[in-house]
C-alpha cells in the first residue's frame, strides 16, 4: 500500500512539472486580451472635377489699370489650404476670353490684391495681336512661364485670410483706342480630395494603465485608381496642431490609371512605426490629427476597399 502511495506520488510530481509551461500560458491568458483598432480612411468612390471662381467679367479699358472687384474664392477654399499646408502639390490657373478691339498689339496685365488690401501681386501678363480674340486655356499662352505664374499664384492665394477675398487688377497698354475687352477670367485649380479629421484626446485613454503592447500596426486594405490621370495620394498623422508634411507622413503613392496598390505598399519606409507612435500618444491622452489628400491634373475618380489604419493592443486585466 505505502509503495503504491509514493508511485502515485511520483507520478503526480511528473505531470505537475511537466505541465508548468502550460499554467503559465493559462495564467498569462486569464490575465491579458488583445483588442484591435481600426480607423477607416476610404472605403467607397471618392470623385472631384476642377473648380473655378470668375473673378472678372465684361470688363473693356482703353489703357491704364482698373480694378475687378472683390471676388470672394471660398470655393476654392479646400484647395488654398492642401497647397498652404504643404500636403500635396495643387495647380492652380487662369482661363479666359479676351478680344482686343484695336489694330495695334496691346499687353494686358493681369494682378491679384489678396484680402483686397496692400499691394497687387503681379500674376502675369498676355500679348494680344491686333484685332485677336483669345480663349485663354492654358497658362502657356501667357508672356510667362507655366511654372511662374502658378509659383505668384499660390504665393497671393497663401496670404488670403479665413475670408478668402482679393481683388483682380486688369491693367492695358499700347495704342489701344477702341479697347481690350474681357469678356471673363477664371481662377481655378485642379481635382482635390482632402480628408481631415481630428481624433480627441482621451478616446482610447481608457488603455493607458493596462497596455502592454502595440502589435501589427499597418494600413490594411487597397486604394485604386478609376480616373484618366495619374493620382498622386498622401497620408498624415499628426499629433500636433500643424501638419509636418516631412515628418508626418505616413503612406504616399502615385497610382496610374486603373492601378490599385494595397495600403501595405503604400507605407512610406518607418511608416508602420509612426503609426504605433501616434496610437501611444492617442492612448497617453493626446489628440491626434489626420489628413488624407488625393489631387489629379484629370478629373479624379479614386475607390477605396476598407484602407483604413490598423492595429492591436494587448492589454492586461485587473484580475
Avoid at 472678372?56 to 471676388?71: D, I
Avoid at 485642379?190 to 501589427?216: H, T
Avoid at 498623422?237 to 505616413?250: A, F
Wanted: with cysteine.
Amino acid at each position: 500500500m505505502k509503495r503504491f502511495m509514493f508511485s502515485s506520488l511520483i507520478i503526480l510530481g511528473a505531470m505537475l512539472i511537466s505541465g508548468c509551461g502550460e499554467i503559465e500560458d493559462m495564467i498569462e491568458e486569464a490575465t491579458e486580451r488583445t483588442i484591435t483598432i481600426e480607423r477607416t480612411v476610404l472605403d467607397n468612390t471618392k470623385e472631384r472635377d476642377v473648380k473655378s471662381v470668375v473673378v472678372a467679367e465684361s470688363l473693356e479699358l482703353r489703357y491704364g489699370t482698373q480694378p475687378a472687384g472683390e471676388v470672394n474664392v471660398e470655393k476654392l477654399a479646400d484647395r488654398i489650404e492642401v497647397s498652404r499646408l504643404g500636403l500635396n502639390d495643387v495647380r492652380f490657373y487662369l482661363e479666359g476670353e479676351l478680344r482686343n478691339k484695336n489694330s495695334n498689339p496691346a499687353l494686358v496685365r493681369i494682378s491679384i490684391i489678396p484680402n483686397n488690401y496692400g499691394e497687387p501681386i503681379q500674376i502675369g501678363s498676355i500679348t494680344l495681336a491686333g484685332k485677336e480674340e483669345l480663349y485663354l486655356h492654358s497658362l502657356e499662352d501667357m508672356d510667362q512661364s507655366y511654372e511662374t505664374i502658378h509659383e505668384r499664384l499660390k504665393s497671393a492665394l497663401h496670404q488670403l485670410d479665413t475670408r478668402y477675398v482679393l481683388n483682380p487688377v486688369v491693367q492695358v497698354e499700347g495704342d489701344t483706342d477702341n479697347g481690350v475687352a474681357i469678356y471673363w477670367l477664371k481662377l481655378g485649380a485642379m481635382p482635390v480630395y482632402w480628408m481631415n479629421e481630428e481624433m480627441p484626446a482621451g478616446s482610447l485613454s481608457s488603455y493607458k494603465d493596462n497596455l502592454r503592447e502595440i502589435q501589427d500596426a499597418t494600413l490594411a486594405g487597397s486604394i485604386t485608381n478609376h480616373g484618366e490621370g495619374y493620382a498622386l495620394v498622401r497620408l498624415f498623422l499628426s499629433t500636433n496642431e500643424e501638419v509636418d508634411p516631412e515628418n508626418d507622413l505616413i503612406a504616399e503613392t502615385m497610382l496610374a490609371p486603373g492601378e490599385s496598390r494595397t495600403g501595405l505598399e503604400i507605407l512610406v519606409e518607418g511608416g508602420a512605426d509612426k503609426i504605433k507612435s501616434a496610437i501611444k500618444s492617442l492612448i497617453n491622452g493626446k489628440g491626434l490629427n489626420r489628413n488624407f489628400v488625393i489631387v489629379s491634373e484629370n478629373p479624379l475618380e479614386v475607390e477605396g476597399d476598407n484602407l483604413c489604419i490598423k492595429a492591436k493592443l494587448v492589454v492586461g486585466l485587473n484580475i
